[in-house]
């Protein structure tokens, strides 16, 4: 299956895609012979509780799952499964919180938190760890970030070849043309949020570029 | 090590009015031309009328002439050194046309901080409600200013 793990809709204060927008461009995009099979909305910053995208998902036969992305002192943090237990013990507006007890307190609360774009220049993991920080629990990395600059997805390549990090990739969109142009391919199914934590541990997937799903 | 962000929190829940500020065809057909607007609703008051209109209509944007005309006090944020705008976002509710009388009444939405490439950033979001001589609510703008490290 193939997953953008990593879009952002108007409910983050950068995005101007509502989710409808998202889905009707994956419609065009199936139309030109790409495989999409679900998106992950990963707002900045928070969780949306209080959204319910099921019956949009249902109409356009796309599986649309909710995350966060959320800022830490060691750059940002992309975090699966989110729960209300979760978001009790971590303070999702805190952008100085420590990672490594983010990513804890994920694992804690069955969650998965992995790094966004290791390799972006000022921000990303790989920065930190150049200044000596030590970061045991990371296995994943968002490796393939659709809103890299140039150099920045390569230093995400180094991080994972160096260290043999497993690698996602994901959009990052917050354009509804921006969409799936990377993705995540999975072996398993996934239907819900437990899923998709269950398919990225099993270590059973890759990240791809739009064109790499192409059945034409 | 949480960001504490230190600022008048008191400000929460208070409105700051402005107006009532006269929309006239003159002021309509200015802005028209200052972005290429040319539609007929926009500009002929006959055009206007036959669609349903009570004048010509403005622009949805043209409630922006007005936000700065609300005396908005200092937040007294205590981060960053440098400041600049951060953006607007409009949400047209019902046609603005000339001859109407607006009202503006902003309020402070919310402060809060972000990262990026270029560091920590902290966003006020100031709301903004305009309304008609009927009381109708024409446009929300939300406007942003950011403070940077």
Not at chain 2, 36 to 42: D, H
């Amino acid at each position: 299956m193939y997953f953008d793990l990593h879009c952002h809709s108007v409910s983050s204060d950068d995005s101007r895609a509502t989710v409808e927008q998202y889905l009707k461009w994956i419609q065009v995009l199936r139309k030109r012979g790409y495989t999409v099979d679900g998106i992950v909305l990963t707002e900045h910053r928070k969780f949306d509780f209080d959204k319910d995208y099921a019956q949009l998902a249902n109409d356009y036969g796309v599986v649309v799952l909710k995350g966060s992305e959320l800022d830490t002192r060691f750059g940002h943090f992309l975090v699966y499964n989110v729960s209300q237990g979760l978001a009790d013990d971590i303070d999702f507006a805190d952008v100085r919180m420590d990672a490594r007890e983010l990513m804890k307190a994920a694992q804690h609360h069955g969650a998965l938190a992995i790094p966004a774009h290791p390799g972006r220049f000022g921000i990303g993991l790989v920065e930190f760890m150049d200044k000596g920080e030590i970061f045991e629990d990371v296995k994943i990395v968002e490796r393939l970030n659709g809103g890299g600059r140039p150099g920045e997805n390569e230093r995400a390549d180094e991080l994972c070849d160096s260290r043999g990090y497993l690698g996602t990739g994901a959009s990052d969109a917050h354009l509804a043309s921006h969409v799936c142009v990377c993705m995540t391919n999975f072996e398993m199914d996934i239907s819900n949020e437990a899923d998709l934590v269950a398919a990225l541990l099993s270590g059973n997937f890759s990240p791809v570029r739009l064109e790499e799903t192409s059945i034409g | 090590m949480a960001l504490e962000l230190e600022y008048d929190r008191s400000l929460y829940g208070k409105e700051h009015e402005a107006g009532p500020f006269e929309v006239t065809e003159d002021m309509i057909i200015s802005f028209n031309q200052s972005i290429s607007q040319a539609g007929p609703c926009y500009n002929n008051k006959d055009a206007a009328v036959e669609a349903g209109y009570r004048g010509i209509i403005a622009p949805p944007t043209l409630c922006t002439l007005f936000v700065r005309r609300v005396q908005l006090p200092d937040i007294n944020l205590k981060f960053g050194k440098t400041r600049f705008h951060g953006g607007q976002r409009v949400q047209a509710k019902a046609p603005i046309v000339a001859g109407d009388s607006i009202s503006a009444s902003s309020h402070l939405k919310e402060v809060y901080a972000k990262t990026g490439r270029s560091g920590t950033m902290v966003f006020i979001v100031w709301e903004t409600t305009f309304t008609n001589q009927l009381g109708e609510v024409v446009a929300d703008v939300q406007e942003s200013y950011a403070a940077r490290e």
